[in-house]
């Protein structure tokens, strides 16, 4: 029998999504750490995903179905994943930005704020920069969350803060944007405050911006 967690990780990757769910359970019942199960099961899937899309072996269904199994998977792990604490640390509203409908990142982000302490709200995909700017005039958020995962969406990001800007809310507001095709460099070149490769430094980040 194959360990658990390659298992897990063909689950994902072809899509199987009853199974992945049996066997993060029986993972966990084993004792796996959720990060574990996260990373060399499911995030690895994923990059082998978009390795064989790339290539051409996979195609638009097989990507969904394999969304659909990392969903699936994340349902059943969040509780794992999280180690909620007392008192809110902070109000964060997230979206994928506008033209970009993927969202499993911007979920993950979302699940490790919250298990650390933040309000979140979820903007959802396909987000416009006056839905982003609501949710600092009408929620009072404490930072911006922007996800994009295509080369053509990530320009998206820059009408947001400069919506802001515009609109004399950036002071109050600070900006933080993530996705695999973004960088560090590209995150200053647009305005934001800071770029975080993934979830957990996305959550140390949010944590830091706070106190300064
Ligand atoms: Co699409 N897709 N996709 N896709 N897809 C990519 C992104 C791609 C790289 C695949 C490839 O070619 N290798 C490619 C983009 C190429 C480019 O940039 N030029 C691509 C393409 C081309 C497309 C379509 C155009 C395909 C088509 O229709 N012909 C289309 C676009 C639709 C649209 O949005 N307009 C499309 C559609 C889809 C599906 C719907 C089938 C599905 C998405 C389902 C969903 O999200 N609900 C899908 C998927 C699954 C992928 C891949 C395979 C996996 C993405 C993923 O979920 N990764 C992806 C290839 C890849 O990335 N390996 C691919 C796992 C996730 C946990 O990682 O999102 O990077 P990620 O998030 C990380 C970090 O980036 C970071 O933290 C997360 C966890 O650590 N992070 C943040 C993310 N957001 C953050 C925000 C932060 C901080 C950190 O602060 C706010």
Redesign the pocket.
Known sequence: MEPIINQIYSNVLYGQHKDVVKNIKTAIEQGLPATSIMNEGM?SA??E???L??SGEFY?PE??V??RS??AGMNVLMPFLTNFEAHPAGKVA?GTVK????????N??KIMLEGSGFEVIDLGVNVNPELFLSAVTDHGVDII???A?????MPAMRPVIELLENSGFRQQVKV??????LTEEYAHQIGADNY????SR?VTMAKSMLLN
């Open positions: 995030l994923m990059l995903v978009g390795r899309f790339e638009v990507m969904l394999a969304a990392m969903q997230i033209g970009d409908f993927h969202d499993i990142g911007k993950l982000v969350g922007m996800s995962l295509i080369t053509t969406t933080i944007v993530g996705g695999a095709p975080a490769p993934d979830a996305a």
